[in-house]
Nanobody, 118 residues
Framework: QVQLVESGGGLVQPGGSLRLSCAAS????????MSWYRQAPGKERELVAS????????TYADSVKGRFFISRDNAKRMVYLQMNSLNFEDTAVYFC???????????RGQGTQVTVSS
C-alpha cells in the first residue's frame, strides 16, 4: 500500500524553526519528484518546495526562499523540509507529495499542522 506520512509539525513562535519529515512506504521514492505543499484556511494550496529525483534541482516558492530547505534520502525513503525564521503567514497544513513534473500530486500524504503563534 502506497503511503506518505508527514510528521514534525506543531506550535512554534515567530522566528522559530521546525523540521518536517515525510516517510514513504509501499514504493521507492528514488524515481519521483518529491514536493511539499501547504494549505491555510481560506487560501489556495501552495507549492512550497520541490526536489527532483536526482537531487540536482530544487525549487521554492518566493515566500519561503532562503528560509526553507528541502532534502531527501532515497535509501531511507524520506523527504524533509527544514523551516527557519517562521512567521505567521507560514501557518498551514503541510503535506508531501510524490510525482513528476506532469503529475506532481500522484501520491500525497494527509498532512501535518504547523502553527506559528506568539
Amino acid at each position: 500500500q502506497v503511503q506518505l506520512v508527514e510528521s514534525g509539525g506543531g506550535l512554534v513562535q515567530p522566528g522559530g524553526s521546525l523540521r518536517l519529515s515525510c516517510a514513504a512506504s509501499g514504493f521507492s521514492i528514488s524515481t519521483y519528484m518529491m514536493s511539499w505543499y501547504r494549505q491555510a484556511p481560506g487560501k489556495e494550496r501552495e507549492l512550497v518546495a520541490s526536489i527532483r529525483s536526482d537531487r540536482a534541482k530544487t525549487t521554492y516558492a518566493d515566500s519561503v526562499k532562503g528560509r526553507f530547505f528541502i532534502s531527501r534520502d532515497n535509501a531511507k525513503r524520506m523527504v524533509y523540509l527544514q523551516m527557519n525564521s517562521l512567521n505567521f503567514e507560514d501557518t498551514a497544513v503541510y503535506f508531501c507529495s510524490a510525482g513528476s513534473v506532469f503529475e506532481p500530486l500522484e501520491f500525497r500524504g494527509q498532512g501535518t499542522q504547523v502553527t506559528v503563534s506568539s
